[in-house]
């Protein structure tokens, strides 16, 4: 009967992640794919790395950037990671 308790929590750990797994796959189905804007992605190539902020009436724009690359050891293989983000934040009294 030691054997069944022993894998008492492996079990368990698989039954969570199994959740976790089948929840995301579902989750995949429903999400429809998303569309690529050229213009967007030129836009995020344009921005200059670091954060900005700009106000105007009614209207603020921010932009972020950060590019790192990351390499395994002196001579490893390398992982480029790009960054950047837009954002606009709009108000208009009615």
């Keep these: 009967m030691p054997l069944p308790v022993a894998l008492a929590p492996l079990a ?3 039954l969570r992640y199994g959740a976790v797994a089948l ?6 189905r429903q999400v429809d794919p998303g569309r ?4 967007a992605e030129d ?3 344009r921005l200059d790395e670091g954060v900005t902020l700009r106000r105007e009436a009614g209207q ?4 972020a950037r ?8 002196a001579a490893g293989p390398g ?8 954002g606009r934040l709009r108000i208009k009294r009615l």
């Design 36 to 39: 690529r804007c050229q213009h």
């Design 66 to 73: 950060a590019r790192r690359v990351l390499r395994m050891g």
């Design 79 to 86: 992982l480029e990671i790009d960054a950047s983000a837009l």
């Design 23 to 28: 929840a995301g796959y579902a989750l995949a």
């Design 60 to 63: 603020a724009n921010l932009t």
């Design 12 to 14: 368990s750990l698989a």
């Design 43 to 45: 836009a995020h190539d």
